[in-house]
DNA sequence: TTGAAAGCGATACCAT
DNA sequence: ATGGTATCGCTTTCAA
């Protein structure tokens, strides 16, 4: 049973490839082709399992029902599952999804969307490494459909699907505040991202609020923060800082810093509180179990989606759908109660 | 600056398509065309930034440069480990991947292999559902280059990259026994799955071995794990059944378990051993941090793009190609000490 | 050295 | 109702 192609059916059955491929596009009753013919084409198609190389579809139609997905890192459980809920509602739509990872790589990132771009897909979604704003702004004057996830210029106006960063942890320092905690300690990255920026700023406004003076910042290197977790755990737990509560701004650097507090042998959360900004699977089952902000990634998945397919249809490039998801808030041991 | 075509270029520079497609490609020399002409095209593409539109391209040549890759599920952090090690090496042969989640569904997963056919990957990479022995066969016959991860047909000779399932799980049950523990219990999943058999083997094999007579096996269903757990651990855990160890098929029985062995206050490892097969991120940060079977993702995703690759190159479907990987040991405290 | 033209496999406009 | 044919953008054979 060899390749069978729009051709061959039409030879076959005696008919041209134009009523063959109106009919198997269900565009036979709007072309008027007889009932007959229709069954027969479908018939044989199916009887033949038909199926049209996309490749040559996507280039005569100029489309390809492709969404193309750029992400950080495949292998991060919280990009990992933003691709799961990406997937999953594309395919429902009849969308295919191709990834691809920009490893927090501006050149990769400027190189993915290129390449995606010539392979023809029909829309974006961007996590990006927020350094290629000439890129988004090229993809707007190109009026190319696309659409950020998780992180955004703040300079440029796009659609985008974001988290509230600044509120989240803004609520989840106030919880701490609220069960006495007053030396409060915030790690996170030195980084331009907008997103860390906003988990700073709600870290340092719920201190402002409670008139607390004084706050215990550490960001690391995003390309050492490994070995610098040490040094960061050991001067906060340290004399004269020694902190009664830390707020970690990714699941990874929690979960590095949980493993730098126990090898000092400090108490949680009797000693240091902690909570974690995401988390990962086994959060509950850590000792203490850690109390998290949870992302909801597959609404942020469903809202991308459906907004980018939206601008497909429409072809064109919208710049103001705007979405900002609430975190949920896991109150576990780690945070220790009232 | 509108989208640039092979044909302008060829216009603008009063050269025919033919020479421009032939320097773009680094055929220039091979088909002796004047280095000065070399240089002019070059120059133009670059300064104009000119990328060929990879469907036509692809439609032409019969080829894409892309890997198709299905795995049950992208959110699973094993998968999206792979992923990510496949999409990594991949790239660094000029290749991008294409990823679809079957969702464990036979049904699902034969479409998935359709359609990437009809998008014309070169290859596929297929952690298969094991329940398509015929969409495989006809992948064999299609001479089709493609190549088994995680999962492979027992009755096919196919191509595949493995973990040595049965050893592992011999070697950590072995591990048990030699620390004392004499009634160990299996948690694993109602399925048949090659791996998860052999798992079961290495389990007993590893009592037989040690003149163990009882074993103590829970075989939970595939979709209904989640609430069988609670019910599997209580009977394990009660008399005359009281295991003192468990060993877990999966990572997240592994963590559904010991959350069910906490809620039931059973000590680990005092009272209960724990060994995981495969891990989760903070399984060194659970109360106790969890022995576990380590797969080695890098080098699974590495040995099949590179066999995947040869295969593409030769354009033909290898089945004589099989991998089988060690798992590492990772000792923690979970499965205590002599 | 270079160019013309025939594909690749579909879609869709324009006839009939 | 159906068919002929140009077209999508590129590769590649063959001729010049």
Redesign the interface.
């Given at each position: 049973m060899k390749k069978l192609y729009l051709k061959d059916i039409a030879q076959n059955l005696g008919l041209s490839k134009t009523t063959v491929s109106f009919v198997l596009n269900g565009k036979g009753d709007e072309n008027k082709i007889n009932i007959n013919t229709q069954n027969k084409v479908l018939e044989y198609a199916n009887k033949h399992n038909y199926?049209?190389?996309?490749?040559?579809r996507?280039?005569s139609r100029g489309k390809?029902e492709t969404i193309g997905l750029i992400i950080p890192?495949?292998?991060?459980?919280f990009y990992?599952?933003i691709?799961?809920?990406i997937?999953?509602r594309a395919?429902e739509f009849g969308y295919?999804?191709?990834?691809?990872?920009s490893n927090e790589n501006a050149a990769d990132e400027e190189k993915l969307i290129?390449?995606m771009?010539?392979?023809?897909v029909d829309g974006l979604i961007i996590a990006s490494t927020q350094q290629n704003q000439k890129d988004i702004e090229l993809l707007i004057k190109m009026n190319f459909p696309f659409i950020l996830i998780d992180r955004h210029y703040p300079e440029i106006e796009t659609n985008y699907v974001l988290v509230d960063n600044f509120g989240s942890v803004k609520k989840a320092t106030e919880h701490l505040l609220n069960l006495g905690r007053r030396k409060i300690g915030f790690i996170s990255l030195k980084s331009d991202l907008e997103a860390l920026k906003q988990r700073l700023l709600g870290y340092q406004e719920a201190l402002v609020e409670n008139n607390i003076k004084t706050s215990y910042i550490k960001e690391l290197g995003t390309d050492t923060y490994k070995e610098e977790m040490k040094k960061a755990v050991s001067e906060l737990i340290k004399f004269p800082n020694t902190v009664d509560a830390i707020v970690f701004s990714t699941h990874?650097l929690t979960?590095l810093g949980?493993?730098e507090l126990?090898n000092n042998n400090i108490k949680i959360p009797s000693e240091v509180a902690i909570v974690s900004f995401d988390e990962?699977?086994?959060?509950?089952?850590?000792?203490?179990p850690i109390t998290s902000l949870i992302q909801p990634v597959n609404k942020i998945g469903d809202a991308a989606v459906e907004i980018l397919l939206k601008d497909i249809e429409n072809k064109k490039c919208s710049v103001d759908k705007k979405v900002i998801l609430e975190t949920g808030f896991m109150i576990r041991k780690s945070c220790g109660t009232v």
């Open positions: 199926k049209p190389n996309q490749l040559a996507g280039l390809t890192n495949i292998s991060d459980t990992a599952k691709a799961g809920s997937e999953k395919k295919t999804v191709v990834f691809s990872s290129q390449s771009l010539n392979r023809q990874y979960a949980v493993r126990k990962l699977s086994a959060f509950d089952l850590v000792d203490p």
